[in-house]
């Protein structure tokens, strides 16, 4: 059964430790995802951006698909379903479909707009069990054609955000999502610890997590830091594997031209990330 990621969080942020979301794009992703953290019996979040909701068919194929693995694969971990970068209307959707959790992302709104706006999810999703996530400061990079400028968040801010009752906070500490660029400055450790102490206890997330150095991941979970988002580290770890497989042309070979032959060494690639982030994030076996 889909948990709210509330539980989870609070328990990471007191454990100094952080529940990776992983976004999923299909099948076999969601799949590979389940198993590895029931193998290492740590909890996850599900993240499923707007745009991956509609290429899977929508929001209740989503809910039906990730149920009906739960059940079939016997997963007993604490998952959550989650939307990532939610508009207002895609929030309200999902909760309606029967996710567990909802990102609702007004940080391209004014701050005024945000507050009212996170407010009204709230009250809709807390009644039916589902944690909030807000942000304040846009995230860097683009997301599924969602363009953040990369800013860091004003403490201020944070606080007024977190004092309408969210679950979580993604706060912009200059990360990006996707690829890092050569001559990116790094988190910006004093803003995170100014946020922390605006903010009290409310977990903290990390967007774009791929390709943050280990140092730096371990620093902003000592900070507060309780969920980091990875998103683009699996698509490149998947394409990776999928290119080698057809470039060694295995799908000549025999019935090499069978889909879950092709798909095969992808999904073991994205098991093998997943292991090492749950690992870094030191969230095994804290199901
Ligand atoms: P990356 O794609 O950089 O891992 O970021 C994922 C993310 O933050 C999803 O919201």
Not at 50 to 60: D, I, T, V
Not at 76 to 83: D, E, F, S
Not at 85 to 108: Q, R
Not at 205 to 226: N, Q, R, Y
């Amino acid at each position: 059964m889909l948990v709210s990621a509330k539980e989870m969080l609070n328990k990471a942020r007191e454990g100094k430790y952080a529940v990776g979301q992983f976004n999923i794009n299909n099948l076999e992703w969601t799949k590979a995802i389940l198993l590895t953290v029931q193998e290492n019996n740590s909890p996850v979040i599900l993240g499923v951006s707007e745009g991956a909701g509609k290429y899977m068919g929508g929001y209740h194929v989503v809910v039906g698909m990730v149920n009906g693995l739960l059940k079939d694969l016997n997963i007993t971990v604490p998952v959550a379903l989650h939307i990532d970068h939610g508009s207002y209307e895609g929030a309200l959707k999902v909760i309606e479909a029967g996710f567990s959790s909802v990102m609702f992302d007004g940080s391209h709104y004014s701050i005024d707009e945000n507050i009212e706006k996170t407010k009204e999810i709230i009250r809709i999703a807390i009644e039916k069990g589902v944690s909030v996530e807000a942000e304040v400061g846009s995230i860097g990079g683009e997301e599924d054609g969602v363009i953040g400028a990369g800013e860091i968040a004003d403490p201020n801010e944070c606080k007024q955000i977190t004092d309408l009752g969210v679950t979580m906070l993604a706060a912009g500490i200059g990360n990006i999502h996707g690829r890092y660029p050569a001559n990116w400055k790094g988190l910006d450790f004093e803003a995170l610890a100014k946020i922390k102490a605006a903010t009290s206890d409310v977990p903290l997330v990390l967007h774009g997590g791929t390709g943050i150095p280990t140092d730096m991941i371990k620093e902003a979970i000592s900070l507060g830091v309780a969920k980091i988002n990875v998103n683009t580290e699996l698509q490149l770890a998947f394409a990776d594997a999928t290119r080698k497989y057809i470039e060694s042309g295995k799908d000549l070979e025999g019935k090499g031209f069978d889909p879950r032959k092709i798909i095969a060494p992808g999904f073991e690639a994205i098991k093998a990330s997943v292991k090492e982030k749950i690992h870094l994030f030191g969230s095994v076996n804290k199901a």
